[in-house]
């Protein structure tokens, strides 16, 4: 996508607000509509993910981390109960880009067979992906993380078996939540996120490489998440309080419009 920078223009400027403060600047392609991150070709990117202060990954205790594990938890069960309507007891599901694995264990716990793989983080857990093996892929909030998102899919797309199914969540750069913070809004996590995306060009690249969408399911508890992140970014007195408000609103606002801080689209093989 970066080879037609000359045909993009500046979305938005904003930092590292996690490891770095390093400054950023976001592009959007004008074809495809996704907004992408524009870093260094040479540029090491595992150092903006080693760092104690990126939650998804560490264990770090406290108040936060403690609420960020309870919330995962119901989201799993969430999760589960709309998958599940779709999975048959034979099915073999691929966690890619599974982080902690923590979900792939959920899954594991309810007699899911599934295959865990980190392709971000260099924990393989299981590699074994030949053609045609997977009746369903998930990608958490995995896409925007990877450096070329047409070969990752196109790759992904050879994995699943005929009529497999492809979920995909990923922040809404439209939500209410995201107007509301701007540069500071904690979904942009630059530059460990290299694209951005709405849900029409989300929809459009899944569409182009020959899936349809079979339904959209919100993240509701990502609003609170990001709201409060983004208010600790913006330097907020009370950030607990700023995330229930601009979380809740983004959350009904969405009710109208569906657009959710977050989202899981899940698409079948067209």
């Not at 592009?27 to 150092?47: G, P, R």
Request: glycine share 2%; charged share 25%.
């Amino acid at each position: 996508m970066k080879q037609s920078l000359k045909k993009d223009r500046m979305f938005l400027s904003t930092k590292d607000y996690v490891a770095s403060n390093e400054h950023f600047n976001l592009f959007l392609d004008s074809k495809t509509n996704i907004v992408w991150t524009d870093v260094a070709e040479d540029h090491n990117h595992n150092k903006y993910y080693e760092n104690e202060n990126y939650l998804p990954h560490n264990e770090k205790k406290g108040l936060f981390s403690f609420f960020y594990k309870l919330s995962q938890n119901i989201m799993f069960s969430y999760k589960f109960k709309v998958l599940k309507k779709i999975l048959q007891p034979s099915n073999i599901i691929l966690d890619y880009g599974s982080g902690d694995g923590h979900f792939a264990e959920f899954l594991k716990k309810q007699e899911i067979n599934v295959h865990a793989y980190d392709p971000i983080i260099n924990k393989p857990k299981n590699s074994q992906t030949i053609d045609n093996q997977y009746d369903m892929i998930m990608m958490w909030h995995v896409l925007e993380h990877v450096p070329d998102i047409n070969k990752t899919v196109i790759a992904l797309e050879k994995k699943l078996k005929h009529n497999g199914a492809l979920v995909v969540a990923v922040p809404n750069r439209d939500s209410f939540d995201s107007k509301a913070y701007g540069e500071h809004w904690a979904a942009w996590d630059v530059p460990r996120h290299l694209y951005h995306f709405n849900h029409n060009s989300l929809e459009n690249l899944m569409k182009e490489k020959g899936f349809s969408l079979i339904s959209k399911h919100p993240l509701w508890l990502d609003s609170y998440y990001v709201s409060y992140l983004s208010s600790k970014y913006k330097k907020s007195i009370f950030p607990w309080i700023n995330s229930l408000v601009i979380g809740s609103l983004s959350n009904i606002l969405a009710i109208i419009t569906s657009k959710y801080s977050s989202s899981f689209y899940i698409f079948k093989r067209a």
